[in-house]
Every structure is written in structure tokens, then in C-alpha cells.
């Protein structure tokens, strides 16, 4: 099914198992006016966590708006874009959307951590599990987690750059049930809007080309990112074995859409998913580099899940060490894998071609039989990526 399936599925029964639950908020949900905070939003917001925190809900926020919040503060109405710019204005503005939730959540008694990441945070393994313990803690303390990416710090070089992608990482590192993207439009249409009234998919469980097809970009003075980020984050949720909702967050209540309301486009997988590991081999880790394999060794990871061994590489692409993620690509340059290498680019341009028992002899050490195990190694084409 790469589109829809109401008569099968059941929303509320779809969504009956969901406890924690990552909201993304854009910013045209978060500010009204020139660029400036909307409190009433913030508070029909609040309402419903601590409704929802009393069922039992665990929630974890995404928030744009401190751009748009430091725009408003200082007067400026069309988005800059020099980098040292934003990020004057995301300090600026961070700050005053933490007050905005303080105050709408203190109504309710609900204490908030706010977590900066990085992509670093995120590419890197332990920063990743770092990260993760840090979130755990807040959720044991009964913390509602607010998170943006490090705007203040981060360039274009090393960062997320839309919330919809950030929102996902989120969402594997507390290991979500259910991503919802609230934005201003109603969910994925069936055909772009600009082309002509549509009708909203209420499901969709692959991203296929014809899906992809359908993403129309929107832009703002304030906000980055369209319907094609979207269908990013969707692919990586779905590849968990997660789910994700696109609805519109002035339309539609939190509380309404958990407890079953058929609105938006839920986006869930209907074959195989990656394990939490492999996830993050396959969806979250920077690719430090690639090697090339004979046809022998592709068809070996392709159609028996096989190590890696020294023999079938041909030769290596990039600056990597042990412990980094690396594509496996064929001879014709196409990727096949992604897996965690035990030996660096150095090393394996002395072994590639020959066989394990000779590892010791050519380098006068082993770090074992095989460059990337089966166990750190994800086939990218039959897991569907």
C-alpha cells in the first residue's frame, strides 16, 4: 500500500499503542503577526499536554520560532541570510521561546528541559546514546523535553537545517511511537495544490517515486523547509517502524488526533524495519567514506546478508577510521550497504584483495576476519532505503 487504506486500517486502533509522541511545531503554528509569538497557541497547546500527560502520554517537543521570535524583537521582516545573522537572532529569539512554554506550561505545573543539538550530537554514536540518556532522565523526572537545533552555533556546513528532519532524528533517539508535523497545510494531497484542489491521502506506508512526485514546496520569510522535508522525516520514521502524522496544527488538536480523529496523512510501514542499530547505521550516522566491492562480495551482502571481507574490495573512496559508518558501493559505483568498519582507509588499502588469514602478516595486527561484521552491516536495498 503506498498510498491509502481507510477501509482496513482504523485510526484510533492504529494509534491505541502510542505513548510517547514527538510533535514538531512550526513556525507559522508558533507566531502571529510580524513574527511574533503566539501565547494563545502556546496555551491550546499546553492544554492538551497535560491532558494527554495525565493518560499516560509521554511527550517530546520540536520547536521552530526562535528566528521569527529574535525578527519580531528587533524589528526585521524579511529573513536574513548571512549565517552570522540567523544566528544572532536565533540567540535572541531562543530565549524568548522558552519564556513563551515556561509560561504556558507553569499554568499546568509542567516542568521543561530545553536540549540544543547539534548534528554532531546526532552522527556521532555516543553523543547519539549521550543524548538519549540525558532524554530518558528528563522523561524519568516527568520533564516535557523542548528541542531545537543549536542555531546560535551552528553553520551551514554541520547542521540539521529544517526541523522536519531534526524532528525525526528526535524521534530515534527516544525511540518515538509516533512523530506528529504540525504545519499549515492539511496533510500530503494527492496532488500538488497548486495544481488544482486536492484530496488528502489518509495514509501512506512507503515513500515510493509516485510519493515523492507529490511534494510542493512552500516558503516563508521566517521558516525553512515544504512538503519534501516532510516526506525525508517520513521515510526515516517509517524505516524504524514508527509512525508519523502531517496535520494542521491551527485546525486540529493534539488530543483530538491521539484519540483517533481521522485527519491528515499518517505514514506507517507495512513490511520490514530496521532494529534501533541498524537504524542508525542505515538513517542517522554520517557516511565518513565508502569502498568499492567485485561483483562476487555485492552479490554475497545482497543475497545472504554476508560479511564484508577483505577480498571483495577493489578499492576505497575518502578519509575514514575504524568504528566510522562507510557505504559499500559496486563497481559501477552504486551503493548496496552501509556498515560500521573495523578497519580504516589506511588499513584496508593494504589488505583489500587478499584474504582474511593474511590480515596479521600484511599489517603485523588484526582487528578480526572481516571489515564491516554482518551484524553492523545494513543492506540498503532490501531494507527498502
Known amino acids: 500500500m503506498s498510498a491509502n487504506n481507510t477501509t482496513v486500517l482504523d485510526r484510533k486502533t492504529t494509534l491505541s499503542g502510542v505513548k510517547r509522541v514527538v510533535i514538531k511545531l512550526g513556525t507559522r503554528m508558533l507566531t502571529t503577526g ?3 509569538l503566539d501565547m494563545e497557541a502556546l496555551a491550546r497547546l499546553a492544554i492538551d499536554i497535560a491532558d494527554l500527560r495525565k493518560q499516560g502520554y509521554e511527550i517530546v517537543i520540536v520547536s521552530s520560532g526562535a528566528i521569527a521570535a529574535g525578527m519580531g524583537r528587533m524589528d526585521i521582516h524579511s529573513r536574513p541570510t548571512s549565517i552570522p545573522q540567523l ?21 499546568f505545573d509542567i516542568p521543561l528541559g530545553q536540549v540544543l543539538l547539534t548534528i554532531d550530537d546526532i552522527h556521532d554514536r555516543k553523543r547519539f546514546v549521550n543524548a ?3 532524554l530518558e532522565e528528563l522523561f524519568s523526572l516527568g520533564v516535557v523535553p523542548i528541542i531545537n537545533e543549536n542555531d546560535s552555533v551552528a553553520t551551514e556546513e554541520v547542521k540539521v537545517g529544517d526541523n522536519d528532519n531534526l524532528s525525526a532524528y528526535v524521534a530515534s533517539i527516544v525511540n518515538a511511537d509516533l512523530l506528529i508535523l504540525f504545519t499549515d497545510v492539511d496533510g500530503l494531497y494527492d496532488r500538488d495544490p497548486r ?22 514546496d512552500s ?11 516532510k516526506i525525508e522525516a517520513a521515510r526515516r520514521i517509517i524505516s524504524a517502524g514508527s509512525m508519523m502524522l502531517i496535520a494542521h496544527g491551527r485546525n486540529n488538536r493534539l488530543s483530538d ?5 481521522e485527519v491528515g496523512t499518517l505514514f506507517m510501514s507495512d513490511g520490514e524495519t530496521l532494529d534501533a542499530r541498524s537504524h542508525w547505521i542505515a538513517m542517522t550516522a554520517k557516511v565518513r567514506g565508502s569502498v568499492l566491492v567485485d561483483s562476487g562480495a555485492a552479490q554475497a551482502i545482497e543475497t545472504k546478508n554476508a560479511s564484508l571481507l577483505p577480498k571483495g574490495i577493489t578499492g576505497t573512496e575518502g578519509h575514514f577510521d575504524i568504528g566510522d559508518v562507510i557505504s559499500v558501493k559496486s563497481s559501477d559505483g552504486v551503493e548496496i550497504a552501509r556498515g560500521v568498519t573495523q578497519y580504516s582507509y589506511r588499513e584496508i588499502k593494504k589488505i583489500m584483495g587478499h584474504h582474511s588469514n593474511e590480515i596479521d602478516d600484511i599489517l603485523t595486527y588484526s582487528n578480526g576476519a572481516t571489515v564491516i561484521h554482518r551484524n553492523e552491516l545494513v543492506n540498503m536495498k532490501t531494507s527498502g532505503l
Not at 90 to 106: F, S, T, V
Not at 197 to 208: A, D, L, R
Not at 219 to 229: H, L, P, Q
Request: with cysteine.
Open 132 to 134: 538519549q540518556n540525558t
Open 87 to 107: 544566528q544572532a537572532l536565533a540567540a535572541i529569539g531562543q530565549n524568548l521561546l522558552m519564556n513563551a512554554y515556561e509560561k504556558a506550561l507553569r499554568m
Open 257 to 261: 488526533i491521539l484519540a483517533g480523529n
Open 34 to 36: 510580524p513574527y511574533t
Open 219 to 229: 516558503g516563508d520569510k521566517a521558516a525553512v523547509g515544504g512538503m519534501r522535508t
Open 195 to 216: 495544481e488544482g484542489k486536492g484530496n488528502v491521502i489518509p495514509y501512506v506506508s512507503g515513500i515510493t517515486k509516485e510519493i515523492e512526485a507529490l511534494c510542493g
